[in-house]
């Protein structure tokens, strides 16, 4: 081979080499524009809002402050009780779905009026009812108490000075009903103590001022119809007359 054909030789070597370059320079140098992109990208901006518990009490603010951690895991969220707010700080669209899930949240609790009657009964005779009506919002608690507060006489001895030291204490005495209401599913349900208390003809064997009080106690819980009426129960009257049989019907209040 001459030195002529050798030269040629190596001009086309290098020629398709450099339209091999050519055809895959430009390829390359995206690839490397679009990692670098990326890499240099920017991340989604953050922003901070505070949002006011109106209708919540403060025992269910954890619940809600839970509920968005779990919901929204990336946020950052924060809960002041003292003032009943939550503050969050993240993306635009982690600020819009918390706001959507306290508006679902945060609502006002629903109230009921509860209206008890205390029935008497003697033997197979029906005695008087009284009627007892309290308003109570799902999720707290009402009292009413009717009755007198009797004095009953404390004291001490006094050994130095020979002299009686001389108290006297009150005691709650009659109907006290307290009532405890949540809401079960698409029901109600009812805590209630109900008390009924009276003194005795009876002496007391500390001291002759000292009454003797006499007491009928139900407790319990039970599920409730909105409209409807609902047995809670029976319990001995305290004066030793027969029974008193209690039930309880649960109205909205609108």
Not at 75 to 102: C, E, H, M, N, P
Request: hydrophobic letters at 35%; one cysteine or more.
């Amino acid at each position: 081979m001459t030195s002529t054909a050798k030269s040629a030789g190596r001009r086309m070597i290098l020629v398709c080499l450099l339209a091999t370059l050519i055809a895959y320079a430009p390829r390359a140098i995206a690839q490397d524009q679009s990692t670098e992109t990326k890499s240099t990208a920017p991340s989604e901006a953050q922003e901070y809002k505070t949002f006011y518990l109106v209708n919540t009490s403060q025992d269910a603010e954890n619940d809600i402050t839970t509920t968005l951690r779990n919901m929204i895991p990336r946020a950052k969220i924060y809960s002041a009780r003292t003032f009943g707010v939550v503050t969050i700080r993240g993306t635009a669209d982690d600020l819009q779905l918390a706001q959507r899930i306290i508006a679902d949240i945060d609502r006002p609790a629903k109230t009921y009026r509860l209206t008890f009657t205390l029935t008497g009964s003697d033997s197979s005779k029906p005695g008087d009812s009284q009627r007892i009506a309290m308003v109570v919002q799902v999720g707290g608690k009402s009292e009413v108490k009717q009755g007198s507060k009797i004095p009953i006489v404390t004291g001490s001895f006094n050994d130095e000075t020979s002299k009686a030291n001389t108290q006297v204490q009150y005691e709650d005495v009659g109907l006290s009903i307290q009532a405890w209401l949540d809401s079960s599913g698409d029901g109600l349900r009812l805590h209630a103590k109900v008390e009924l208390s009276s003194v005795s003809d009876e002496k007391s064997n500390v001291g002759i001022q000292d009454p003797v009080l006499r007491q009928s106690v139900f407790d319990g819980n039970s599920n409730l119809v909105e409209g409807k009426r609902t047995v809670l129960g029976a319990f001995d009257s305290p004066n030793g007359a027969g029974k008193v049989e209690i039930e309880v019907v649960a109205e909205p209040v609108k």
